[in-house]
């Protein structure tokens, strides 16, 4: 057969569970069984996944470590008519986890990106939370040091909208009090543990109470959903001060690098800083 004859084949991102194995959807377990080649982040995880649904693994391993070189490897299997199943370890893959390199390339190369959906860990977390879901903000997981994470803390501390952010059981306690500091002890917020499991907990209060029940009420074991109620305030950041800053800091620094610090200084997003000074 001439290759320009070969149909291409088509890229399905399939959402798997969180827990539960029932919640793996009728259609996802049939792309999962039908397709050519099913790319994981963890094979080995899959595979138990696929022994108990009963499909045969066909699997390669796409994670973040590999997924530059592995891209080229499944467009050219797809673009030679095979099918490929994208899933990550649970819920639904690209929510942070690797993989929109994968459907941007493959979008670029006129290949059918077919969304299988399912779970999702923040839209359950969010759906039992009880805080206000018209608009909501998710950031998955913050930053990683002191430092980045309380910069970002600040930027996001007079959003208005619902946050919902991802947390391993390693980093719970110091995140927790870094919410506390910077949005304030008597912030509205739940924590969701082990969703769809067995021992699922879903623990509302303010930051605070939630921060003392940790390893007590709350063990300290499993996968974390923090969902944050918005910014009530009605004050606007203090821009008269944050040119006062700026003016400062760039007498003596590069005008990026005071851009930077004044927007750490003062809470107010880089981009938003930019366009206040200059106007």
């Given at each position: 057969?001439?290759?320009?004859?070969?149909?291409?084949?088509?890229?399905?991102?399939?959402?798997?569970?969180?827990?539960?194995?029932?919640?793996?959807?009728?259609?996802?377990?049939?792309?999962?069984?039908?397709?050519?080649?099913?790319?994981?982040?963890?094979?080995?995880?899959?595979?138990?996944?696929?022994?108990?649904?009963?499909?045969?693994?066909?699997?390669?391993?796409?994670?973040?470590?590999?997924?530059?070189?592995?891209?080229?490897?499944?467009?050219?299997?797809?673009?030679?008519?095979?099918?490929?199943?994208?899933?990550?370890?649970?819920?639904t893959p690209l929510?942070?986890?690797?993989?929109?390199?994968?459907?941007?390339?493959?979008?670029?190369?006129?290949?059918?990106?077919?969304?299988?959906?399912?779970?999702?860990?923040?839209?359950?977390?969010?759906?039992?939370?009880?805080?206000?879901?018209?608009?909501?903000?998710?950031?998955?997981?913050?930053?990683?040091?002191?430092?980045?994470?309380?910069?970002?803390?600040?930027?996001?501390?007079?959003?208005?909208?619902?946050?919902?952010?991802?947390?391993?059981?390693?980093?719970?306690?110091?995140?927790?009090?870094?919410?506390?500091?910077?949005?304030?002890?008597?912030?509205?917020?739940?924590?969701?543990?082990?969703?769809?499991?067995?021992?699922?907990?879903?623990?509302?209060?303010?930051?605070?109470?939630?921060?003392?029940?940790?390893?007590?009420?709350?063990?300290?074991?499993?996968?974390?959903?923090?969902?944050?109620?918005?910014?009530?305030?009605?004050?606007?950041?203090?821009?008269?001060?944050?040119?006062?800053?700026?003016?400062?800091?760039?007498?003596e620094l590069d005008?990026?690098?005071?851009?930077?610090?004044?927007?750490?200084?003062?809470?107010?997003?880089?981009?938003?800083?930019?366009?206040?000074?200059?106007?």
């Open positions: 057969m001439n290759a320009t004859s070969v149909s291409r084949g088509k890229l399905f991102v399939v959402a798997t569970p969180i827990g539960n194995l029932d919640d793996l959807t009728p259609r996802a377990r049939e792309v999962l069984a039908s397709a050519d080649v099913i790319a994981a982040e963890d094979t080995r995880h899959t595979r138990g996944l696929l022994s108990r649904i009963g499909v045969e693994a066909r699997l390669i391993a796409y994670h973040e470590h590999n997924e530059r070189e592995r891209v080229a490897e499944l467009l050219e299997r797809l673009g030679s008519g095979a099918n490929v199943a994208l899933v990550s370890d649970a819920g929510i942070s986890d690797p993989g929109w390199r994968l459907v941007h390339a493959a979008r670029e190369q006129g290949i059918d990106v077919v969304p299988v959906p399912g779970p999702s860990a923040a839209i359950a977390a969010l759906c039992a939370a009880g805080l206000p879901t018209d608009r909501f903000v998710f950031e998955g997981f913050l930053p990683r040091g002191d430092g980045p994470r309380a910069a970002r803390l600040r930027e996001l501390r007079s959003e208005r909208r619902t946050l919902v952010f991802y947390e391993s059981v390693h980093r719970l306690v110091e995140t927790l009090a870094a919410l506390v500091e910077h949005f304030g002890a008597d912030r509205d917020a739940v924590l969701a543990r082990e969703l769809t499991k067995v021992h699922e907990q879903i623990r509302s209060g303010t930051l605070s109470t939630l921060a003392a029940a940790l390893g007590a009420d709350i063990p300290l074991l499993g996968e974390f959903v923090i969902v944050v109620a918005g910014s009530l305030s009605d004050v606007a950041p203090d821009t008269a001060r944050a040119q006062e800053i700026y003016a400062t800091l760039v007498a005008p990026s690098k005071a851009l930077q610090l004044t927007s750490t200084l003062t809470g107010i997003p880089r981009n938003a800083l930019y366009k206040l000074l200059r106007t």
